[in-house]
């Protein structure tokens, strides 16, 4: 039986369905998947609420992607690889805080502005990393993150590298130092010449209860509070409590007159003199939403210090007078009557015009003594004992002389031995330390 034969117009037809069959086989072949792009917040609480769920850190991204030439290298060479975007899926939130200079709107600038005032930026790009509270943990700029010359393209190792141990190293969160009674804050605030912050509550709403555990949780807060003030706790007494903590609490309150609400700061300053009040401030804690402006408001109820450029002996006076100040502070490990390169060290440095001209403008300085001899030990309090040995076991100090020098935010940034040559020697090089501070100054490229 014969086919039946195929008309032109059928012909043509079948022939045009081959030819876009084919080509659409072609295309396909072609074609790459989709890459998903990165999901870059670009509002701040809403990068602090996802960071939250996941107890990730925050990559904060200043930029000016349509302005800066180092921004536009960046991205293309790092931020949009592959391989960066698989590592941040997993592993961090990110927020990119975009300066666009051309094209974007009022409300954007001003918010870049807001956390750049914040977070001290004068370069970009910066990159930072924080905790789900904003608390900095880390920043670099446009070097530390950008693809190096013996790297492949689209193979930022080096960059992947720093995150990941970034991320893997991150501070264990920090509790607030606080007293167990109101007589023992107001003791320890005379004794270390500290403001007093007073946490006090009322009632026991669900609400207000996981408000007060939020902020005691909240590492900008509490490391604010470590670095300026004494601090406790005080509960609103019940009228049937009769104990005598109780009744030194009723009559704190009654004395100072503070007003009765769920959950509250009181700032006592000891050392303020009648007429005026003890009691500099009353601060409500309405909404953790912002840390900033409660901070702001106890920042300033705290005076800024006197300091002469004498060594203290002071752990948490000497690092309350850094962060008032944000100077450095220089601790000196030494044993001065029993070795002789701490004696050398005193006699060559320590003591002479420069370094103490030096000291005075740019340093706080403390000095950790350890005795060697039974004489000089019994001079020194057990406290002092106690406190020189817990800073020595901290910083893992094995023998004497020994320096370590910590930022205003108490960030480990330098150490040295015994330096020969003076100070012209060691001057410069304790200069250069300060200088590459990489966490309280801003990041160069």
């Not at 992607?65 to 939130?93: G, H």
Request: a positive charge; charged letters at 25%; proline letters at 6%.
């Amino acid at each position: 039986m014969r086919r039946p034969a195929i008309s032109g117009h059928a012909y043509f037809f079948s022939t045009i369905c081959a030819c876009l069959l084919i080509a659409t086989t072609v295309q396909a072949v072609d074609v790459k998947p989709m890459v998903r792009p990165l999901t870059w917040y670009a509002s701040y609480q809403q990068a602090c609420s996802e960071a939250r769920k996941g107890d990730k850190l925050i990559l904060t991204y200043f930029c000016s992607s349509d302005a800066d030439e180092w921004t536009k290298k960046l991205d293309k060479e790092v931020m949009k690889t592959d391989l960066f975007r698989e590592w941040a899926e997993k592993n961090v939130i990110l927020l990119k805080l975009d300066y666009l200079k051309f094209s974007g709107g009022a409300n954007a600038r001003d918010t870049f502005d807001k956390y750049k005032i914040k977070y001290n930026i004068t370069k970009i790009p910066t990159l930072l990393f924080l905790d789900s509270d904003g608390f900095l943990i880390a920043r670099c700029g446009y070097t530390t993150a950008s693809l190096r010359e013996d790297e492949d393209k689209g193979k930022p190792i080096s960059w992947i590298k720093y995150c990941e141990d970034t991320v893997a190293n991150r501070p264990p969160r920090v509790e607030a130092i606080q007293q167990k009674t109101l007589d023992e804050a107001i003791k320890y605030s005379r004794k270390h010449y500290l403001p007093l912050v007073i946490l006090l509550t009322k009632g026991e709403l669900p609400m207000y209860v996981q408000r007060k555990a939020d902020l005691l949780k909240n590492q900008p807060f509490v490391a604010f509070v470590n670095q300026n003030f004494a601090f406790c706790q005080l509960k609103w007494p019940e009228e049937t409590d009769k104990s005598e903590i109780a009744a030194k609490s009723r009559a704190f309150i009654e004395e100072n007159k503070i007003a009765p609400i769920p959950i509250q700061l009181v700032i006592y300053d000891y050392f303020v003199q009648p007429p005026n009040s003890k009691i500099r401030d009353r601060v409500p804690v309405t909404t953790l939403q912002d840390i900033d402006p409660l901070i702001a408001k106890l920042d300033g109820n705290v005076s800024n210090p006197d300091y002469s450029g004498a060594w203290l002996d002071d752990w948490r006076q000497a690092t309350f007078i850094s962060t008032r100040l944000r100077k450095p502070l220089f601790i000196l490990f030494t044993q001065m009557d029993a070795s002789e390169p701490s004696q050398k060290f005193d006699a060559e440095v320590f003591q002479t015009d420069e370094f103490k001209a030096y000291a005075k403008k740019n340093l706080i300085l403390m000095k950790a003594e350890f005795p060697g001899t039974p004489a000089k030990q019994k001079e020194q309090s057990e406290a002092l004992k106690e406190q020189n040995r817990s800073l020595a076991d901290q910083y893992a100090i094995r023998g004497y002389p020994w320096v370590i020098i910590l930022n205003f935010m108490s960030q480990r940034i330098g150490d040295s031995k015994y330096m020969k040559g003076g100070p012209a020697v060691f001057i410069p090089q304790l200069d250069l330390v300060i200088k590459d501070d990489k966490f309280s100054r801003p990041s160069g490229r």
